[in-house]
């Protein structure tokens, strides 16, 4: 978005006014009550006390706020992708590769104006299906969005899932939409390599990358994991928990740091509904999660 770099005054104009549409782009600009744009980043399978080990991790949720009884819910990995734009897991119980039918997030989006994207790392693009490329560094399970029929056959919305080479040029352009999914490649997200390497590449190209992002709009950045690593049923407490910190200028972080309330992969949906009043899936599951509390922004 370009307001922010327009001082003050601008933004000032822009308080009373709940819908815009740029001039010199025609990204439509959606004013919303938390954030103006969301960025969830999604690394692979840790568990929340391995992960806060992890000193760059940790420190990030230092400079945000953690969600530190936040939970996956199922496992394997695939069904919590879809759990995070369905408000369900879809029906899918396992990672093997399937279509499904019905409306996720992306459709809400639509309806209401919100410009979004899902960036995929080494996604080869064209519409590409294919459980996985040959180098196994793009997987389709990591890429929920290719999966939903209503946007794998609709040339408009499947266009809109791209390389995360594009991510560097949007920003560039400062065209970055309101809603953008992230999923880094099997080595970056950790899934083929350790935490450790996941928590370097962050440190090292995902957050300089979007430094310039956070610092000059209303963007929530949510740094999560797809699933933790234990199964362990007998405690509640513990069971597929992970870690996932709130990163951004109108995140409160004047007097706390922790939000130890039971959130899980289906609470980040809901607080976009909200966020920008979109309408319900209809699939039953909205009104079952627990949102993020509002008190968690300014
Ligand atoms: C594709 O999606 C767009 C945007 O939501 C919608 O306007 C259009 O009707 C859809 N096209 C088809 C063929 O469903
Ligand atoms: C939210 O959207 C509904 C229609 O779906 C509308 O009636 C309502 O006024 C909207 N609320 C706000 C705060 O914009």
Redesign the pocket.
């Given at each position: 978005m370009r307001f922010y770099n327009l001082g003050i005054l601008t933004v000032v104009f822009l308080a009373n006014i709940s819908y815009l549409v740029s001039a010199s782009r025609d990204t439509p600009f959606v004013k919303g009550v938390y954030f103006d744009r969301i960025i969830t980043v999604v690394l692979g399978s840790s568990s929340y006390d391995v992960s806060m080990q992890d000193s760059y991790l940790s420190s990030l949720a230092q400079e945000g706020i953690s969600l530190t009884n936040f939970h996956a819910i199922w496992h394997p990995a695939q069904p919590n992708y879809f759990a995070m734009i369905c408000a369900s897991k879809g029906g899918v119980l396992t990672d093997f590769t399937v279509d499904v039918d019905g409306p996720s997030l992306p459709?809400l989006l639509?309806?209401s104006g919100v410009s979004w994207k899902a960036y995929i790392e080494n996604y080869p693009g064209n519409d590409f299906t294919g459980d996985n490329t040959k180098d196994e560094l793009y997987y389709r399970k990591y890429n929920p969005f290719i999966s939903m029929n209503?946007i794998r056959?609709?040339?408009?919305?499947v266009s809109k899932i791209v390389n995360a080479d594009e991510f560097v040029e949007d920003i560039a352009k400062e065209s970055l939409p309101q809603y953008v999914f992230y999923t880094p490649n099997t080595r970056n997200s950790g899934h083929l390599t350790d935490l450790s390497y996941a928590s370097n590449y962050l440190r090292t190209k995902f957050i300089p990358l979007i430094k310039p992002v956070l610092t000059n709009s209303r963007t929530l950045l949510v740094i999560t994991f797809d699933e933790s690593t234990y199964f362990d049923h007998f405690n509640l407490k513990k069971y597929n928990q992970i870690y996932t910190v709130l990163i951004g200028p109108n995140v409160l972080t004047s007097y706390i740091h922790v939000d130890e309330l039971r959130y899980n992969h289906y609470s980040i949906l809901p607080t976009i509904q909200l966020n920008w009043n979109l309408t319900e899936l209809g699939t039953g599951d909205d009104k079952k999660a627990t949102p993020l509390s509002p008190y968690l922004f300014l």
């Open positions: 459709n639509e309806a209503e056959n609709n040339h408009t919305l």
